[in-house]
């Protein structure tokens, strides 16, 4: 049905940037929401920003003015450029997708969402 697969993570030394992307593919007409999500050890899963359909972004307190989501809609596919990363920024990322159509224009349904597999980023000297 639908996929989500993302690239860009890896090693950076605290201070420099990385650019995440996530694509959907299958048989999709459009996507509500798109967002990043991260889950760093021994933690829960927490929100890292999200982008509707129209461009509206919403970010978590600890990035904001820090990383910027993007996305372009004809292509299924969202972006996560990250800069001045801390420590603290190093978490698996996940990328998610919420209200999914197919082209009949109805909603594809999963109880466990859509996620991608994620990308492990990690800042450190």
């Known amino acids: 049905q639908v996929q989500l697969v993302e690239s860009g993570g890896g090693l950076v030394q605290p201070g420099g940037s990385l650019r995440l992307s996530c694509a959907a593919s299958?048989?999709?007409?459009?996507?509500?929401?798109m967002g990043w999500y991260r889950q760093a050890p021994g933690r829960q899963r927490e929100l890292v920003a999200t982008i509707t359909s129209g461009g509206n972004t919403n970010y978590a307190d600890s990035v904001k003015g820090r990383f910027t989501i993007s996305r372009v809609n004809a292509k299924n596919t969202v972006g996560l450029q990250m800069n001045s990363l801390k420590p603290r920024d190093t978490a698996v990322y996940y990328c998610?997708?919420?209200?999914?159509?197919?082209?009949?224009?109805?909603?594809?349904?999963?109880?466990?969402?859509?996620w991608g597999q994620g990308t492990q980023v990690t800042v450190s000297s």
């Open positions: 998610n997708a919420e209200g999914v159509r197919n082209p009949s224009g109805g909603y594809y349904y999963s109880s466990a969402g859509y």
């Open positions: 299958g048989s999709i007409f459009s996507i509500n929401a």
